[in-house]
């Protein structure tokens, strides 16, 4: 596929990405300046696109952002002052259909792959740390009931009710 970073994209539908990586998950806008350059993806369209934040949150006085779609080098592909440009209201940062990333240049995957070989950490080194997150992931999971342990071993097995039921029995 052309998009070098496509195996990483949720959806195929959008607009091209490539050089850029998803970095932390917004659930806010507070701090988003102008410039800014964010994938999204949106469920509900089944698509995933580069944008640029054209109005920062604390110009707008609905509580969310403007920006318009960019290109893989991060130029704005329509001019937001003629109306071209989009909002999203900081309330649906929450919500199941939107999805908001801030995009870096850099593969978060090699940029840490680089930091444990500077530490000289390898795979057994990791090892502790991996349990660790498991661990609390399924105290999670065990902490919200039965209902979530049965969904968590129902996708755990992939969606197979039968492989699901067997893992219980």
């Known amino acids: 596929m052309s998009d070098g970073d496509a195996r990483k994209r949720t959806y195929e539908k959008g607009r091209p990405i490539i050089g850029w990586f998803k970095g932390k998950r917004l659930r806010t806008a507070e701090g988003l300046k102008a410039g800014q350059v964010l994938i999204?993806?949106?469920?509900?369209?089944?698509?995933?696109?580069?944008?640029?934040?054209?109005?920062?949150?604390?110009?707008?006085?609905?509580?969310?952002?403007?920006?318009?779609?960019?290109?893989p080098n991060g130029k704005p592909t329509a001019d937001p002052q003629n109306a071209d440009g989009m909002f999203l209201h900081e309330h649906e940062l929450g919500m199941d259909h939107v999805e908001v990333f801030l995009a870096s240049r850099e593969d978060p995957l090699?940029?840490?792959?680089?930091?444990?070989?500077?530490?000289?950490?390898?795979e057994h080194d990791l090892d502790e740390v991996v349990h660790d997150i498991?661990?609390?992931?399924?105290?999670?999971?065990?902490?919200?009931?039965?209902?979530?342990?049965?969904?968590?071993?129902?996708?755990?097995?992939?969606?197979?009710?039968?492989?699901?039921?067997?893992?219980?029995?």
Request: glycine content about 8%; some cysteine.
């Open 40 to 71: 999204m993806v949106s469920h509900q369209f089944q698509a995933e696109n580069l944008v640029k934040v054209v109005r920062p949150p604390k110009k707008m006085l609905l509580g969310g952002f403007m920006y318009v779609y960019a290109s």
């Open 110 to 122: 090699k940029a840490l792959m680089a930091h444990a070989k500077k530490h000289k950490v390898d």
């Open 134 to 169: 498991k661990s609390g992931e399924a105290a999670d999971v065990n902490n919200g009931g039965m209902e979530d342990q049965l969904e968590f071993i129902l996708e755990a097995c992939g969606g197979d009710l039968e492989a699901a039921k067997r893992s219980i029995s």
